[in-house]
């Protein structure tokens, strides 16, 4: 009697248990690929539902191209109101002026223009176009531009004077940029908001008839 082999049992067995390995796999891609697609169908449903597009609007505006402009010229602004304040006082005389205004100790016209300024961008930029993001970005770029030209300043601490290094300078300014964009670009934007509803309001208002039943 010849003796059993137990290679082509094994090698049967292994082909079996790939083969139903195969058939678990597939089975499985077919299971997340209909997954995909209902959650892919639902997603572009939700997207172009009215509260995604209020939401897009608020936060991204109404046109995509002209929020693209307004965070394009962003960097611009910086640069030339770094350039203006470099040229023209520099950064110590702003500083002592901001502090002075918001303490009513010194009080300085300047910031109060400058403040309104960046209101009104803010508020051009929320009545035409809409969308948070950029406008804050917008209404950040000068704060930015005036904070960095701290750099090189001497500044006096407890452990003596000391001169302002670029990473602090950058630093800093992206603080102030972060903390007045915000601050500004909310307030703008809601001036503009509001601007634009009054508008929408006034153009969509009924005639009145007059008794006579000609319109006003």
Same mark, same amino acid.
């Given at each position: ?12 067995? /292994?082909?079996?248990?790939? !083969? $139903? ?8 891609? /077919?299971?997340? $690929? ?17 509260? #995604?597009?209020?939401?897009?609007? &608020? ?12 965070? =394009? ?31 009513? *100790?010194?009080?300085? @016209? #300047? ?8 209101? =009104?961008? @803010?508020?051009?930029? #929320? @009545? ?6 950029? *406008? ?19 500044? *006096?601490?407890?452990? =003596? ?6 990473? !602090? ?5 992206? =603080? &102030? ?38 319109? !006003?």
């Amino acid at each position: 009697m010849r003796p059993s082999n137990p290679v082509p049992r094994a090698l049967n067995r /292994t082909r079996s248990s790939l !083969e $139903r390995l195969l058939s678990s796999l597939r089975w499985l891609l /077919t299971a997340l $690929r209909a997954v995909g697609r209902r959650a892919g169908a639902g997603i572009v449903s939700v997207a172009h539902g009215p509260v #995604a597009r209020l939401v897009s609007t &608020v936060l991204l505006g109404r046109r995509l191209g002209v929020s693209v402009l307004v965070v =394009g010229l962003a960097p611009v602004l910086a640069v030339l109101t770094a350039a203006v304040v470099a040229s023209a006082t520099g950064y110590p005389p702003l500083e002592r002026w901001v502090v002075g205004t918001w303490t009513g *100790t010194d009080p300085r @016209a #300047a910031v109060f223009v400058g403040a309104a300024v960046l209101v =009104g961008l @803010a508020a051009a930029s #929320a @009545a035409v176009n809409g969308g948070l993001l950029p *406008t804050t970005v917008l209404v950040a770029a000068p704060l930015f531009g005036v904070a960095v030209t701290r750099y090189g300043t001497v500044v *006096t601490t407890s452990y =003596g004077d000391r001169i302002v290094s670029l990473p !602090e300078a950058l630093a800093f300014a992206f =603080g &102030v940029a972060a903390v007045g964009g915000v601050a500004v670009g909310v307030v703008g934007y809601g001036v503009g908001a509001g601007l634009r509803r009054a508008v929408d309001v006034v153009r969509a208002d009924v005639p009145i008839p007059f008794r006579d039943g000609t319109q !006003e």
